[in-house]
């Protein structure tokens, strides 16, 4: 099975790109962040027409993620159990041939110490406290989106440019490894071990010409799961192309 990570940065602007995606590389399942799309404008119709089921969490403005599978998808989860209506829409999970797929767009953070980076930590949190809650590491479970962190020295361009900056800074770090610590394992580096890839590059500053940019997009897995993975790639097609998003495609395959 593969299963594919992509923050699309608005659904609508991006999809002749991503239908032009998926029939390329032909994934089972897509993760899509950063949607941008509130729930009655979502492209469902085109995307039922291109094969794919769909679950899907919207927000507009730089929220929304979904979930499309060529498989059944059971078992939808929208959000943290105790959010509220007014929660911004950043995780949703499903069920696809007994994977436990989780989607999450975590919070950019703006800048270190605003409200909204400690909203960002305190989300954190509230994924590791979702995951100790609901799952086993003998489970079958796939943690996956725009983690708006970088989290080895290798997942950035430059260290000394990045230091102690946002998506960098030791205290998401930090955050980001005590989920890890649930006992999940980095596709790309197992599958990749030292090899430097990015996912993501900024639009200013010549940073795609330059490949300059971080590895923010990661598709980790429990213990079991992490046994059964193949391959992990970053497809860097899709950010040549005209009007890209800032954002490349992880694919991980497993046989299952």
Not at 1 to 30: C, F, G, H, Y
Not at 62 to 84: C, M, P, R, T, W
Not at 197 to 220: C, H, K, T, V
Request: proline share 4%.
């Amino acid at each position: 099975m593969k299963i594919a990570t992509w923050n699309v940065n608005s659904i609508n602007v991006r999809m002749p790109q991503l239908l032009d995606w998926v029939e390329r590389a032909d994934p089972d399942v897509v993760c899509l962040q950063e949607t941008k799309c509130v729930d009655e404008n979502f492209p469902a119709d085109q995307l039922r027409e291109a094969g794919f089921q769909i679950a899907f969490f919207g927000q507009k403005s730089y929220n929304g993620v979904a979930i499309l599978s060529k498989h059944e998808i059971s078992d939808v989860q929208k959000g943290f159990s105790d959010d509220d209506e007014e929660a911004p829409k950043r995780l949703i999970a499903a069920t696809v041939n007994g994977v436990r797929i989780v989607n999450t767009y975590i919070p950019n953070g703006t800048e270190l110490w605003t409200d909204k980076f400690t909203f960002k930590l305190d989300w954190l949190m509230r994924l590791r406290r979702f995951f100790d809650a609901a799952y086993e590491l003998d489970d079958k479970v796939l943690l996956c989106g725009d983690f708006n962190v970088a989290m080895e020295d290798l997942d950035v361009w430059s260290v000394e440019q990045w230091q102690g900056k946002l998506h960098f800074s030791i205290p998401e770090r930090a955050a980001m490894y005590n989920v890890k610590q649930w006992g999940f394992v980095d596709t790309f580096r197992k599958i990749n071990g030292g090899k430097q890839e990015f996912s993501w590059w900024n639009y200013r500053e010549g940073a795609w010409q330059r490949n300059r940019g971080l590895r923010i997009d990661y598709i980790w897995t429990s213990p079991a799961l992490a046994e059964k993975c193949t391959d992990c790639v970053i497809d860097r097609s899709t950010r040549d192309l005209e009007k890209p998003s800032d954002h490349a495609p992880v694919v991980a395959e497993f046989a299952v």
